[in-house]
Nanobody
Framework: VQLVESGGGLVQPGGSLRLSCAAS????????MNWYRQAAGKERELVAG????????NYGDFVKGRFTISRDNAKNTVYLQMNSLKPEDTAVYSC?????????WGRGTQVTVSS
């Protein structure tokens, strides 16, 4: 049972990244999937969430139309497309699988936005 994030890295302000989170060992299509982030010295915050079917999504206020969460239940993968990145988006981004009282977390991937 695991979640493995990939796609992080160093990008210039205004650039884009696409994060992926590959799930294994559980019924991915039954779970709400979320992306969270935690910057150094700050609390973890919700970036985006998507329902098990993929029909509904929600975003943190700071996203303001820049990010898009999606999922492919056939590939057991959730994505986060991030555009117009800002230095304040620098953080470790982690994916989370949630169902009732159960939560599973990945280890995270570092995103650094800097010129």
């Amino acid at each position: 049972v695991q979640l493995v994030e990939s796609g992080g890295g160093l990008v210039q302000p205004g650039g884009s990244l696409r994060l992926s989170c590959a799930a294994s060992g559980f019924t991915f299509s039954s779970y709400i999937m979320n992306w969270y982030r935690q910057a150094a010295g700050k609390e973890r915050e919700l970036v985006a969430g998507i329902t098990s079917s993929g029909r509904r999504t929600n975003y943190g206020d700071f996203v303001k139309g820049r990010f898009t969460i999606s999922r492919d239940n056939a590939k057991n993968t959730v994505y986060l497309q991030m555009n117009s990145l800002k230095p304040e988006d620098t953080a470790v981004y982690s994916c989370n699988a949630h169902l009732l009282a159960y939560d599973l977390w990945g280890r995270g991937t570092q995103v650094t936005v800097s010129s």
